[in-house]
């Protein structure tokens, strides 16, 4: 092994950055969503992202891959520059996400083996059998049957269609893995399926990951971490947007009230400022 492989193979430990984020700013005409957020997230690790409603989680997931570009600040991915790729290079950058989104964002007109096999056809990756093998593996994984394969996606129930979701994300066997808000609209048994999944998929496959949601249970369960955000517009000026930066386990006890209000779910004045704008 020469000194370059060494190099190479320090990177891809756990515990190297996969993802980092330095003095992100995003902005929307004149609104800042996002101001100087610093983020590094470690290969392996589960990354929750919470915080109240419009407070610019999805926001800052789609910049951290790339989707929105910061006004200021720059996003490395395995220490590329996202904004310095060209479209070629961030094509193959992409291959190395996999994406969860809200509604599953299924192709309607597909059947589900269709629709699992969409990145891997996209990007030419393998013959028809190899494709075929791969479909029924992931959708195996995330617990759903083979006959599932033929059907279409308005014949499926929402926890099922999250599922597929998921395994589509997985097929490319992506070395990040997104979730935007995945168990949204789900029965509490079926967000702890998916919760599971999440786990199970951390544990089949080292891969990192960066969850935004809504669901504390979810928050608790599957992150090795949490990163809560709080709306530009209600900070002081000198104020960090990240409030919490820290285990789950510290979430109760955070030192920001603000926190410890969001978590146990607690309205505080905030109720008393939603009184006094409606007058
Ligand atoms: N493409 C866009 N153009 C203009 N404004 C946008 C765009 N995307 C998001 N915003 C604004 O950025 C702010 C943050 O939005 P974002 O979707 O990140 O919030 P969020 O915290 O994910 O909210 P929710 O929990 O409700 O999904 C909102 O005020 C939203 O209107």
Redesign the pocket.
Known sequence: MNLDELDRDDENEPGADLVRAENLSVM??R?M?LRNIQLSIPRGQTLAII??????????LKTLVGL?KPISGRVLFDDDDLAKLDDKRLTEVRKRMGFVFQNAALFDSMTIRQNVAFPLQQHRMADDDEINERVMDRLAEVGLPPEVAKKRPAELSGGMRKRVGLARALIMEPELLVYD?PTTGLDPIMSDVINELILGTRRRFPVTSIV?T?DMHTARKVADRVLM?FPRTRLAEHESQVLFDGPPSDLEHAEDRRVRQFVRGEAGERLNELIAARG
Do not use: I
């Open positions: 929307f005409g609104q969503v915080g109240e409603s419009g407070c610019g989680k999805t926001v800052l929105v808000e935004v809504h955000l």
